[in-house]
Nanobody
Framework: QSQLVESGGGLVQPGGSLTLSCQGN???????????IAWFRQAAGKEREGLAS????????IYSDSVKDRFTISRDNSQNAVYLQMNNLKTEDTGTYYC????????????????????WGQGTEVTVSS
């Protein structure tokens, strides 16, 4: 049973917006405020790419150059969820989007290295096309 479940993917036109959600599994005691979180993307035939990461506490956030100023990562601990707000979407944003969580100290710096993350969702598909 996955500890993380993504939702919100779909088909959107270039220039449009989508918000992805990632729900932590409360039933198994998986509370996201204990983890640093990140969003990754994998396009067909390409390696998994780190997009955005957020530390457990505070506003330590990093973005990849490909999504900086267009995407926003956030968390709502009361909902045990994390989000990725995506604006001004481009065709090259097409892919499978994954949320991930890693055990971390409270103010440990955010990172975008897939191997650092021990928990992954199953992914949600985003297609940007006219």
């Amino acid at each position: 049973q996955s500890q993380l479940v993504e939702s919100g993917g779909g088909l959107v036109q270039p220039g449009g917006s989508l918000t992805l959600s990632c729900q932590g599994n409360r039933d198994s005691g998986f509370t996201l405020d204990m983890y640093a979180i990140a969003w990754f993307r994998q396009a067909a035939g390409k390696e998994r790419e780190g997009l955005a990461s957020l530390s457990r506490v505070g506003n330590n956030v990093i973005y990849s150059d490909s999504v900086k100023d267009r995407f926003t990562i956030s968390r709502d601990n009361s909902q045990n969820a994390v989000y990725l707000q995506m604006n001004n979407l481009k065709t090259e944003d097409t892919g499978t989007y994954y949320c991930a969580a890693k055990s971390a100290f409270r103010r440990e710096a955010a990172v975008l290295i897939p191997a650092e993350y021990g928990y992954w969702g199953q992914g949600t598909e985003v297609t940007v096309s006219s």
